[in-house]
């Protein structure tokens, strides 16, 4: 699991608790995360030049889609130029 600083953690800002497993499956990784609370779990499956953190964000994605957990919304990026 990992830092707060923009990075999944084992603890959400619901208040849920993240569990996640790794199992190598091939030339793909098998992320399972599972929320402690309500003992829901998804799964992702990834390929192995995936970075932890890319797993565990995409598992993570999945899970709080599952239950319904609103997602901060993106940073704004730069505005798109104008041609004339």
Not at 42 to 70: C, D, H, N, W
Request: aromatic share 4%; no cysteine.
């Amino acid at each position: 699991m990992a830092g707060p600083d923009n990075r999944p953690s084992g603890q959400q800002p619901s208040g849920h608790r993240v569990l996640f497993e790794f199992t190598q499956l091939g030339q793909q990784m098998r992320v399972a995360a599972i929320d402690e609370a309500t003992g829901t779990e998804v799964v992702v499956i990834t390929p192995l030049t995936a970075t932890r953190f890319q797993m565990q964000s995409l598992a993570l994605g999945k899970l709080r889609r599952r239950l319904g957990i609103e997602e901060p919304p993106p940073p704004p990026g730069p505005k798109p130029a104008k041609y004339a």
